[in-house]
Each structure stands twice: as structure tokens, then as C-alpha cells.
């Protein structure tokens, strides 16, 4: 009686933790995948699923990609590939914006392509040392510009956050009644095309 038992008891036993031990291994596959396949789109290459993928092939910048996906937040590292990728005087500063981004609420890509639709990143502003890449307090009653790029980033997160987001402006369709209220529709348009960029890493 006591085999009888120690038999029906093993056989439920061992099928749930074979079914266990499939999905781990399935999760873990299609997480390897999905790191892969962010690192490839990030630097243009193509991704084709392949057992003999040789990583070491990858540019180091690949590799800070699939390390910062490991450690939690690949954000700034995204942030800071795209700012390069344009020659923007904020590159080096994706840490810095994902701080702001938390501490205010704001989404991070959104601010970046802001910043992207205004000046180009920073490259065509009022004057080389306003430190004002998104065209934020710029009107014809003045200009508003920033000592550093630091105290830029930080006023416009707490600007976004309490003039927009808080009000319930938090997509550019919204945002563009209030930020640029004359714009056809264009100005929308070009922050979400960024975005999406940024989303996918295609730039």
C-alpha cells in the first residue's frame, strides 16, 4: 500500500516539474532572443536567429546594450547611443535624464524627441550656450535659456510635468494645443515619429 502510494504521488510530481522545467527553458530562450534582437536593431544590423550567433562579433556598444538589459534599465544607454548618433551636445547625459524622467514622471523618449522635433538635439538653438534644446519658454516675449545642459534638462522635466502631464496633456496630439498651438499637425507627428524610434531602437 505504502509503494502504491510513493507511485501515484511520484507521477504528478514528475510531470509538474517537467512542465515547469519546459517553460523556464522557453522563457529564458526567448529572453536571450529579445536581447539579441534589441542589440541588432540598435546598431542596423540584421537579426536572423541562429544557433552559431558569435557575440563576440558584436560592437562594445552592443554589449553595454545586453549588460544594461541585464542590470534593469537600458534607457540611458539607449538615450545616450541616439544623442551620439546625431552629434548632440547632450550626448553623454542619458543617466542624468532617466533621474529627471523618474523624479518628475515624464516619459523619457518623449522628452528626447521634444528635444529631437525643436533643435535637432540641441544643434540649432537661440544661441550655442542657452542650453535650451526643446523650445520651451521660447515666444515672442523673450527666450528662455539655462545655464548648463543640467539645470536645462531638470526645469523642462518639471515644466512637462506640471504645465502638461499634470493638466492631462500626455500624448504630443495633446500637448500640441498648448506647446505649439499654431502647428498643423507636423509638430505631433515629428515627436511620435522619434519616439517610435527610440521605442525600437531604428535610428
Known sequence: MKRLFILLAWFPAT???????????VHLVKTREMQVLLSAEIHGLTYAPTPF??????????????????TGDA????IDLYLSRYNSPMAGS????????EKYGVDPYLFIAIAQQESNLGKKMPSEDCH???????????????????EGIEAVMKGLSEKFLQKGLTNPQEMMKVYTPLS???????????MEELNTGNF
Open 75 to 78: 534607457r540611458p544607454v539607449i
Open 15 to 25: 510531470i509538474a516539474t517537467l512542465i515547469l522545467s519546459f517553460q523556464t527553458y
Open 53 to 70: 550567433l558569435a557575440y563576440a562579433a558584436l560592437p562594445q556598444t552592443a554589449k553595454n546594450i545586453k549588460t544594461a538589459i541585464r
Open 94 to 101: 542619458g543617466d542624468l535624464i532617466i533621474e529627471a524622467a
Open 132 to 150: 535650451n534644446a526643446w523650445g520651451y519658454g521660447i515666444h515672442s516675449r523673450g527666450t528662455l535659456c539655462f545655464e548648463s545642459w543640467e
Open 184 to 194: 498643423s499637425g507636423s509638430w505631433a507627428k515629428g515627436v511620435e515619429q522619434f
